[in-house]
């Protein structure tokens, strides 16, 4: 179900990477979306605008500090180990990187963008999320 409201989300609501996959999990999971989260979790879209850290990669672990956190990041362990987690299983997938400018040359096609990133980012945050 994810899968098909992020591409709702990215697609036909012209949302970005980051905001498709954060909204996406919330909705899955039945986690809280202020309109102050969401415009956080924005800025990642595009590698923050400038292709570093993909959006696809910083939503999802957005996600994973909405529902994992304490509310002090220093102390929250679980959501620490849940991120690094997926960061690594979704950096494997893309050769070791999780620059926006090295997945988006390959991935990025026209009318669907980056669909398949921010498909490959739900599949991988599934399992950090249970």
Excluded: W
């Amino acid at each position: 179900m994810s899968k098909e409201l992020a591409k709702n989300l990215f697609i036909d609501q012209n949302k970005n990477c980051a905001e498709a996959v954060y909204l996406a999990t919330c909705e899955k999971y039945g986690l809280p979306v202020s309109d102050d989260a969401l415009k956080v979790a924005g800025v990642f879209g595009g590698g923050i605008g400038t292709e570093r850290l993909c959006g696809a990669a910083a939503g999802a672990v957005a996600a994973i500090a909405l529902k994992y956190s304490s509310g002090n990041a220093r102390t929250s362990t679980e959501m620490k180990d849940r991120s690094v987690a997926f960061m690594k299983e979704f950096m494997e997938m893309y050769d070791g990187s999780d620059l926006c400018k090295d997945i988006k040359p390959t991935h990025f096609k026209e009318g669907v963008r980056c669909l398949s990133v921010v498909e490959a980012a739900l599949d991988i945050l599934e399992k950090y999320m249970e």
